[in-house]
């Protein structure tokens, strides 16, 4: 991606919520890159911060969230901004996929309504035939026709609501786009479809695109570059190609072993379950569930280390050797952990 | 492990002999739609929803079976038919050769005792008010099988060890919002074992559970299966996780079973055309791989209308002649693909194609407003051969001019039935001679004279 231009830099984020029990920290210390034309996958377990990451950024958080960090669109910084210049943004400049394309349009509302509202909102100059004919344009791009362009949502099955949905988020020509989950709903083949419909994008329209997704298949074979995500931690990034075959993080690896795909023949699960984020394990958050872990792991917070070719890993495994205290190697004797404990 | 315990230890005792546990028969299920209130009053057919269309199979003891299907295949409903939870609308359900199709709820009820349900999400299927020992505990008192709270306590207590929930103290008082979702989900499998059932119905057990976790489950169930003499019915749209569970798979598609057979058959060398189709878009966490760019086009039609002949026609990439092609598909192709997407005018000289919205065998497409039927001919013709490939033109009979428009006639539908082919049985015409053979006269009868050139 040498060259390209960076379109959104995460640095440092940190999203706190606060809860009954506490102040948890589901976004903690995050920091990436995507390029113009990128695909980013985020991908991790349910609890995990993936999706609160993915509209931290949108800055589309509930009341009582606190925020900090940056997050760098082509260099403004969007944290912080006031509701009202970053609603504009939202749209326009970044624009968001959901999971659940049932619940997302509005069923009193036609399919033209919804174009000519999102359009009218941010570019309120446009005449109504240029609305017309943006809006089908963006829609046969998704495979609707415009035979269909003024029916109502419920005429619509649940995989072409999805490609309302994301014909919606491209009318306006946004340079990156979040999508959480876009497929989860959905049925295989369908699926299928709307993953070669969002590859399409980003060799049509250069958009960069984050998807957020539990399902590492689907990284592998739409996205560039992958991040994986746990308790709150970005615990590795790279090339997903290079992740993929050569996991530097504990944790990657064995997620890609429990994955149950068609060339599975033996069942691998990984211990014990992700940790309460109001009172997550000191130190490196997947020590009490490492099968590698060290006594250094359990003591001291990891360093960004980077390996390999271009992979970011947060992990002791990988150093610096400098940093660890001596015996720190030593492994870690770790309490049995009990089926109770399992999630 | 605790002492013997009757309930859970009754093992396959009760038939040895070559008799299926279950045999579904021809089953289906069909939901009636209301309908307007004039149509209620004047008692107007409405038309239902075949949600199972006539669905057979056997169900060895000691078998999984994986019932395999996206949403709309009638899968669940499959499931919840045989546990009575829905009413079959004709179709026998044999348990050990006895039917109980058509049992009144009174004299079933014994027969849940012996099957039992786990579904989809865990969250959902246990009262939060409830704490384990109570939910648990709960069809033991419903049955009448455990009287006193002490033997209820020992049979939870025997059944919260079998899943692995332990120590079982400490879960006996928890409640479901104290426990993780996989916990939650052995729980529900506790509950579902405590009556020493035979048969497990498990509707999507891991769908909605993490990747870490779901090889846990399966392997609970896996472990259960051979300690307590389970017999499984997996159903799933997960083709990974039924390849791994189950010794045989039924691929569902609308209410039917389009292939069923051994499950490395079915993964090595699928025949139905959905099959291959559905095993290509399974995503793989293998980074030689990419998008499936052939994916078939469309979506899962309507089970209240289905398409002539067989129901995957519309979507299939190898249909032929007999396969099924009527007014619908012809209304789609015309509307949607041959006009240009962007576009809401249709195809030149083609008038209004609403008529063509009811399934019919022949249709006829009027000219537009002030034009001749002759430019229907000629619009059609063109669309005819910049789109060879158009499975579609194969079930085209004849095409000729009238005086209200141009009438298309489609070649007579074969429905498809499951016939053997090899270790499985498959029902696509593809491997059906005699459907071949109709479909080969066919093409030769067709009437090129007044096919528009």
Redesign the interface.
């Known amino acids: 991606m040498n060259g390209r231009e960076r379109v959104l830099s995460v640095r440092r984020l940190r999203v706190w919520y606060g809860t009954d029990r506490g102040p948890v920290r589901a976004v903690d210390d995050v920091s990436f890159d995507i390029h113009q034309g990128e695909t980013l996958g985020l991908v991790g377990e349910s609890g995990c911060g993936k999706s609160t990451l993915g509209r931290g950024i949108l800055g589309l958080l509930p009341e009582g969230t606190a925020t900090g960090g940056e997050v760098l669109f082509r260099g403004t910084d969007l944290v912080g901004l006031p509701r009202r210049t970053l609603r504009a943004m939202r749209g326009p400049e970044i624009g968001m996929i959901f999971q659940e394309p049932m619940t997302r349009l509005d069923p009193l509302m036609r399919i033209s309504e919804h174009f000519a509202e999102a359009l009218r909102t941010h570019e309120p100059d446009l005449s109504d035939a240029e609305v017309r004919s943006r809006s089908i344009e963006a829609l046969a791009g998704m495979g609707i026709p415009a035979t269909r362009f003024r029916q109502y949502p419920h005429e619509f099955s649940g995989g072409m609501r999805q490609r309302i949905m994301i014909a919606l988020a491209l009318v306006l020509r946004p340079k990156v786009v979040i999508a959480d989950e876009p497929t989860t709903a959905l049925d295989v083949l369908v699926e299928a479809q709307i993953l070669s419909i969002l590859a399409d994008l980003k060799a049509n329209f250069d958009t960069a695109l984050l998807l957020v997704t539990h399902n590492l298949g689907i990284v592998a074979e739409s996205c560039d570059r992958v991040a994986v995500m746990y308790a709150g931690k970005l615990v590795e990034e790279g090339p997903a190609r290079d992740v993929f075959v050569r996991p530097a993080h504990p944790y990657t690896r064995e997620l890609l072993r429990s994955v149950i795909s068609l060339r599975t023949t033996g069942l691998q699960y990984i211990p014990g379950a992700p940790p309460d984020l109001t009172d997550p394990p000191p130190a490196c958050r997947f020590h009490p569930r490492c099968p590698d872990a060290m006594q250094v792991c359990a003591t001291k917070w990891p360093i960004e280390q980077r390996v390999y070719d271009d992979q970011r890993v947060l992990c002791w495994l990988h150093g610096p050797a400098s940093e660890i205290p001596p015996g720190g190697t030593e492994p870690l004797v770790r309490e049995e952990i009990a089926v109770a404990e399992e999630a | 492990m605790s002492s013997p315990d009757t309930t859970l230890e009754r093992g396959a005792a009760a038939s040895r002999d070559d008799t299926p546990l279950l045999e579904v028969r021809d089953l289906k299920t069909h939901f009636p739609l209301r309908g307007t209130f004039l149509q209620r009053v004047l008692g107007r057919e409405t038309g239902s929803v075949k949600a199972v269309d006539g669905v057979s199979f056997e169900l060895r003891r000691g078998e999984v079976l994986g019932l395999v299907g ?2 709309g295949s009638g899968k669940t409903t499959l499931g919840r038919t045989i546990l009575r939870l829905a009413d079959p609308t004709s179709g026998s359900i044999l348990v050990d050769g006895g039917d109980v199709a058509g049992l009144s709820e009174h004299d079933f009820r014994p027969y849940r005792r012996r099957i039992q349900m786990v579904f989809q999400d865990p969250h959902a299927s246990l009262n939060p008010a409830m704490d384990l020992l109570t939910a648990i505990g709960h069809p033991l008192k419903i049955h009448g099988l455990a009287t006193t709270q002490d033997a209820v306590r020992e049979a939870v207590a025997s059944a919260l060890e079998r899943v ?4 079982v103290e ?2 006996l008082r928890k409640y479901p919002s104290d426990l ?4 939650k989900q052995r729980a529900v499998i506790a509950r579902a074992i405590i009556l020493g059932p035979d048969l497990l119905i498990a509707d999507e057990p891991v769908s909605m ?8 489950i ?2 609970l169930m896996l472990e259960l299966k051979d300690e307590l003499d389970l017999t499984y019915l997996y159903i799933t ?5 039924a ?2 569970l189950c010794d045989r798979v039924a691929i569902m598609y609308l209410g039917r079973i389009v292939e069923v057979g051994p499950t490395a058959e079915i ?1 090595a060398n699928p025949r139905h055309p959905y099959t291959v ?11 030689e ?5 052939d ?3 469309g ?2 039609p309507d089970a209240v209308s289905p398409p002539l002949g067989c129901s995957f026609h519309p979507r299939c990439p190898r249909a032929f002649e007999v396969c099924g092609w009527e007014s619908r598909d012809l209304k789609e192709l015309l ?2 693909r041959a ?6 005018a ?1 195809p030149s000289g083609i008038g209004d194609l609403s008529r063509l919205g009811e399934p019919s065998r022949s249709a006829i497409i009027p000219p537009e407003r002030g034009h001749d039927p002759s430019e229907v001919v000629e619009t059609l013709s063109r669309i005819r051969s910049a789109t060879p490939e158009e499975p579609l033109w194969t079930g085209v009979r004849r095409m000729r001019a009238l005086a209200e428009g141009v009438g298309v006639e489609f070649h007579e539908p074969i429905d498809p039935t499951l016939l053997p082919e090899g270790p499985v049985a498959v029902a696509c015409h593809l491997y059906d001679a005699r459907a071949l053979e109709t479909a080969r006269r066919a093409a030769a009868e067709s009437d090129e004279i007044s096919e528009p050139r």
């Open positions: 996206e949403s692995g929930l332990t120590p400490l879960f993780s979702g996989g916990q559970l993490d990747m870490s976790v779901r090889a846990k399966l392997e749209h997960d083709l990974a996780t390849k791994f993964f189709a559905l095993l290509r878009a399974v995503p793989d966490p293998d980074p791989r990419h998008v499936p760019r994916v078939p086009r979506e899962v509307e949607t006009a240009g997407l962007d576009t809401d249709r």
